[in-house]
């Protein structure tokens, strides 16, 4: 999961991965990934949909997806 999510341009890293449900058909995911703080708040919102979609294609017993976008501190 964390390989497909650290693919996504713009992501620079990802931690806090939760899930919950049946393993067979119903996966609810719940993670919070770290951007550039200096991203738009559009972009980093197209990131968000653009892991779930990832996810789900990826992991198809996947049924929800909750990103937190955090600002990463440059360094």
Do not use: F
Request: charged share 30%.
């Amino acid at each position: 999961m964390k390989i497909i999510v650290l693919g996504i341009k713009g992501v620079k890293s990802c931690h806090k991965i939760r899930t919950r449900g049946r393993p067979s058909d119903d996966i609810y995911v719940d993670l919070h990934v770290e951007v550039n703080p200096d991203m738009h708040v559009d972009n980093a919102h197209k990131i968000s949909y653009m892991i779930e979609e990832a996810l789900k294609k990826g992991i198809t017993e996947i049924t929800d997806v909750v990103v937190h976008i955090e600002p990463r501190e440059k360094g």
